[in-house]
């Protein structure tokens, strides 16, 4: 069976998989990805290769997340974070009424 869409595609992070990326940089790496699209002489791939290298080990993912999607979808994403706002994924609610404590 074929995959469907760009085969270019087929194996880069989804959209929820860059969101998530982008907010366990928080502000501070969002705005490194701001400069990165920006400018400089090197490319965007590069730029999150040097990060991934150069800052701490828990947030190196988040930069080969960004790398591996690519300067348009990370520019997507962040054009529509601009517009939500940095916020956390959502998180299921419990219903009313259930309490913690284990059922009768």
Not at 16 to 39: C, Q
Not at 60 to 73: D, F, I
């Amino acid at each position: 069976m074929l995959k469907e869409g760009n085969p270019r595609e087929w194996g880069r992070p989804s959209h929820a998989e860059i969101r998530k990326a982008m907010w366990l940089l928080g502000p501070d790496g969002t705005n490194e990805i701001r400069e990165a699209l920006t400018g400089g002489c090197e490319p965007f791939e590069k730029q999150m290769n040097r990060r991934m290298k150069t800052r701490r080990s828990d947030l190196r993912p988040a930069y080969k997340t960004l790398r591996q999607a690519g300067e348009e979808k990370v520019r997507d994403n962040l054009a529509s974070l601009d517009m939500e706002g940095l916020r956390q994924t959502r998180r299921r609610r419990r219903k009313p009424g259930r309490s913690l404590v284990g059922a009768r």
